[in-house]
Every structure is written in structure tokens, then in C-alpha cells.
């Protein structure tokens, strides 16, 4: 059941098959098979044992998924760090999972200390241009090795969540949980021997690293590897490409770019975007600019991906799809029971790629199921008649303004479709009258100007009256995570001082 082992089950006969192609060089399947068994030795000889965590805070390169798969192949679990997390952040991790190896930037001192205090058996390291301690070490060690056998069961990964809200959880993923999820978007997404995709996503995040990877590995077919997202070298290896798979700020840069045109995307077979919402705009934009329309899905570290469109089905701005063939999705009022057909309430799911749970927090993980075995997501959604769900917006970012539920979604709609609007993101602030009130704040595109009494006019057309946020504001920017999603709780405390001025006036 090991994970790796059910990929090499798929890779091509011919072991010189590319699988990773750079500018400068292309890593076949046969090199992929030995650098993951000198790194899988390595891991043995550091006495990493089945179920030890292995913790990696680096910069993308093709040793860095060498080093994912020798995990899966050596049995120990894998679980990558956002580059971007601080010292403070760092110290919750290394408390929290206990890691036996650390690989991280030779540069990353604050890091290493942090190991030392903790007593992590071993650091190693591993730089932008692939080169360290990880790899000197491995090098000498026979590209041989014997995977290792684990149970369906057993955990391949750990994903600690955003930590948008409170302190982040490690999302236990197991090989199981990951094939099942693998197989089915292969099958749904019709990839084929001819396939070649475009990665430009990070690897510590399900999209990047499993959504993406995964599938090309299930394919047993290449990828083009862009080390980060750079919309000029987007544009350049397209017409080599037959699957992108991105955020929607790549597909934002992408129509703007100046050679973006039905030529340019005439090879791809397959646009998917997830991770944050996408903008109505966005999606037709690229419809008219390219004559092919995205695939928008919907998933989340707990449990993979969980709806998607279907490639020979009409698409619309503002779905996900339907719900994979093997997923089993309701919308469920506070009660957990089934909302009223149409209703708005929480997507709960049961999948076979659900997670085992949050690490080291029973509790949580209890919280987080209803009796009869549904994970409550947390999002909020609706199913339309024709069986697509459309996301309405965060649980936790309903407000209830003086008794009523007041979904953000559905104020950010209207705005957003407003002449010169990029993007709005509401909030809910405390209010001494309502509880809560809404705050909105908008990002405008360059030159734009909107007046306030158009934007609240606007809202007074189309919404009840309770809808309405108090107070509107315009920045910049929105704050985002690295994924791409409004850090709301961000807004919340960037704007807390105008907002109480607001409330004293």
C-alpha cells in the first residue's frame, strides 16, 4: 500500500522516459527511481523509522520532491513548512510533531537554533539550486533500495493547516487516503501517455505537491518545473504544455500579459484552478481571451480535492463542479441534518480521501465529524439544480448582525461586479447595537475611482437592508496567505482602529 510504490507500478517502461524538465537539464524516471533510493538510504542510516517525521522548510527544486518521495519510499512522513513561516512559528512546529530530521536552507540560523534547543536528532540541508548537506550525503549511497511495505493506513504526510484562525493543526494524511484521491482526479481529468503539465505551484501545499505531482506521477508522464511562478516563463513553455494547473493570480497575470492568446493556449487541454476563489471576471476574461474555459475545484488539506467540473460539461463562474464519483457531499443545516433543497448551510463529506485525523489532537479531530461520520469542512455552500456546489463563504466568516446570518459571499458578489473593482473582501466587526457589522474593503483597479454612494447603492439594490456593512472602505491590497486566500482574520486586526473611530463618531 506503500504510496511510491503504487506510482512505480505506473511509470513508464522505458525508465528514460523525462519526467522533470528544466531549462537546463531533464530528470528521467530512471534517475527519479535512484535518487529517491540514495535519499531513502540516507534516511535509514539516520535510524528514521516508519512513522518519523521528516521536516522541511526549502526553496522548490527537483531534489526537494526527490526528497517527498524517498519519505513515502522509506516510510517515514513527510511534512513540508511554508517558507514564509517566522521563528515563533517554527518553534510551535518543532514542538509540536517532534521531528527526528530537519531539512532546511543552509542560511535558515534562526532555524537551526531552534533544532538545537530542541534536540532534533538531525538537520540537514538542502539550497535553491538543490546543493547541501541532503544531497552530499545521499550521494554516495547505493541508487538501490527496497520500499518500504506499510498499511493503507499508515501516514505518508502532514500538513499543518493555514493557522488563518488560531493555531495551526497537522492534518494527518495517510498513503491510502492520497492513492485514492490520485486515482480518481487521473481518471476524471481524462489525463492520457500524451499529457505534459506545467508546474509552477509550491510543494508544501496539497496542490502543488499532491493534486499536481501526484497526478503526473499516477500518469507516469512529465512535467515542465518552474521553480516559482513567473508569468513571462508561463508564457513561453505554454504551447509545450497540455494541463496548467494554478491559483487564480496566475490566471489573473496571465490574460494581462500581452502575448496571452487562443495560440498560445492552443496545446492545453486543461486549465484547473482552486485553492481561493474565482473571480467571475477572471474566469470570462480568460474565456474570451483564450476560447477555452477553466476547471474550477474545490478541495482542502483535510481531505484532497472534493468536487470538481467535468471537462465534457459546461462550466459557470461562481461553481466547483460536482462532487467526485467517490465522494459523498451534503449540505447540512446547524443541526447536521440536510438542509431544505436549494438551502445554504455546511458542506460535509465522507471520501476515502479524508484524513486520519489532527495530529496529536484527539479533541479537535472528534469536534470536527458528526455522529454519523461526515467531516464538517467548514465551508458554506449550496447545491444548485443541476447538482453543481457553489461556495458561499467560510462558517467562521458568517457574521450575525442583530440576530441574522449575514454570509460575506454574497455582499463581496455585488461589489465585485461594479465598474473598476478587483476584488472585495467583508468582514465582521464587533458592533454594540447588532454584535456584529459588517466591514468591507475593496481594491480598485489602477486609475479607477469608485464613488461610496454608488457602492452602497449598489448593495441597497440587491441585498436586505441588515446585509449592508457599516463601514466601506479601499486599500492596495488585500492580505493574502501564500495559497492566494484573504487572510480576513489580518483585516479584521489592520482595521479594528478605523473601525472603533468609526463606531465613536
Same mark, same amino acid.
Given at each position: ?8 507500478? $505506473? ?6 522516459? &523525462?519526467?522533470?524538465?528544466? $531549462? ?59 517558507? *514564509? ?35 532534533? &536528532? ?89 493534486? *499536481? ?6 500518469? /507516469?508522464?512529465?512535467? +515542465? ?5 513567473? @508569468? ?94 467517490? @465522494? ?18 455546511? +458542506? ?62 454574497? +455582499? ?7 465598474? /473598476? ?50 463601514? +466601506? ?33
Amino acid at each position: 500500500m506503500n504510496l511510491f510504490a503504487a506510482f512505480q507500478e $505506473r511509470f513508464p517502461q522505458d525508465r528514460a522516459a &523525462p519526467f522533470l524538465i528544466e $531549462r537546463a537539464r531533464t530528470t528521467s524516471y530512471g534517475d527519479l527511481e535512484q535518487e529517491t533510493a540514495r535519499i531513502a538510504n540516507l534516511l535509514v542510516s539516520l535510524k528514521v523509522k516508519l512513522g518519523d517525521r521528516v521536516m522541511v522548510q526549502v526553496e522548490k527544486t527537483p531534489q526537494a520532491v526527490f526528497l517527498y518521495l524517498a519519505c513515502l519510499r522509506a516510510g517515514a512522513v513527510f511534512l513540508p513548512l511554508n517558507t *514564509a513561516y517566522r521563528a515563533d512559528e517554527l518553534e510551535y512546529f518543532l514542538k509540536d510533531a517532534e521531528p527526528v530530521v530537519v531539512v532546511c536552507d543552509p542560511g535558515a540560523s534562526a532555524l537551526m537554533d531552534l533544532c538545537r534547543a530542541a534536540g532534533v &536528532p538531525h538537520v540537514l540541508t538542502l539550497d535553491e539550486k538543490g546543493e547541501g548537506s541532503l544531497v552530499a550525503r545521499a550521494a554516495g549511497l547505493p541508487g538501490q533500495f527496497a520500499t518500504t511495505v506499510v498499511s493503507s493506513t499508515d501516514l505518508g504526510a502532514i500538513l499543518y493547516s493555514s493557522g488563518t484562525t488560531g493555531r495551526p493543526k497537522g492534518v494527518m494524511l495517510s498513503h491510502g487516503a492520497l492513492k485514492a484521491n490520485a486515482a480518481t482526479l487521473h481518471q476524471l481529468w481524462k489525463f492520457d501517455a500524451k499529457d505534459v503539465l506545467l508546474h509552477c505551484l509550491p510543494i508544501f501545499h496539497v496542490h502543488g505537491l499532491f493534486v *499536481a505531482l501526484h497526478t503526473t506521477l499516477w500518469n /507516469g508522464t512529465a512535467l +515542465i518545473f518552474h521553480a516559482k511562478y513567473a @508569468v513571462d516563463d508561463v508564457v513561453k513553455d505554454l504551447p509545450r504544455a497540455t494541463v496548467f494547473m494554478g491559483v487564480p493570480t496566475y490566471y489573473v497575470r496571465l490574460v494581462q500579459h500581452a502575448a496571452f492568446s487562443p495560440e498560445l493556449c492552443r496545446t492545453v487541454r486543461l486549465f484547473l484552478c482552486g485553492s481561493a476563489p474565482l473571480l467571475e471576471e477572471t474566469f470570462a476574461t480568460f474565456a474570451a481571451k483564450s476560447g477555452k474555459q477553466i476547471v474550477e475545484r474545490y478541495g482542502m488539506t483535510e481531505a484532497g480535492m472534493i468536487t470538481s467540473a467535468h471537462l465534457d460539461k459546461p462550466r459557470r463562474a461562481g461553481t466547483v463542479g460536482w462532487p467526485l464519483p467517490d @465522494v459523498t457531499l451534503r449540505i447540512a443545516g446547524e443541526d447536521n441534518r440536510e438542509a431544505a433543497k436549494g438551502g445554504t448551510g455546511e +458542506i460535509q463529506i465522507k471520501s476515502p480521501a479524508l484524513f486520519s485525523g489532527y495530529w496529536r489532537k484527539p479533541e479537535k479531530t472528534a469536534e470536527d465529524f458528526t455522529a454519523d461520520g461526515y467531516f464538517k469542512t467548514g465551508d458554506l455552500g449550496q447545491i444548485e439544480p443541476d447538482g453543481m456546489v457553489a461556495i458561499v463563504g467560510r462558517a467562521k466568516d458568517m457574521l450575525i448582525s442583530g440576530g441574522y446570518n449575514v454570509y460575506p459571499k454574497e +455582499i463581496e458578489t455585488v461589489i465585485d461586479g461594479l465598474p /473598476g473593482v478587483i476584488e472585495s473582501a467583508v468582514v465582521g466587526m464587533p458592533h454594540p447595537d447588532f454584535g456584529e457589522a459588517g466591514l468591507a474593503v475593496i481594491t480598485l483597479q489602477p486609475g479607477a475611482f469608485l464613488d461610496l454612494a454608488v457602492v452602497r447603492t449598489a448593495l441597497k439594490d440587491a441585498l436586505a437592508n441588515y446585509k449592508i456593512p457599516k463601514l +466601506i472602505l479601499f486599500a492596495e491590497s488585500l492580505p493574502r496567505n501564500a495559497m492566494g486566500k484573504v487572510q480576513k482574520n489580518l483585516l479584521r486586526t489592520e482595521y479594528r482602529a478605523q473601525w472603533d473611530t468609526f463606531l465613536s463618531t
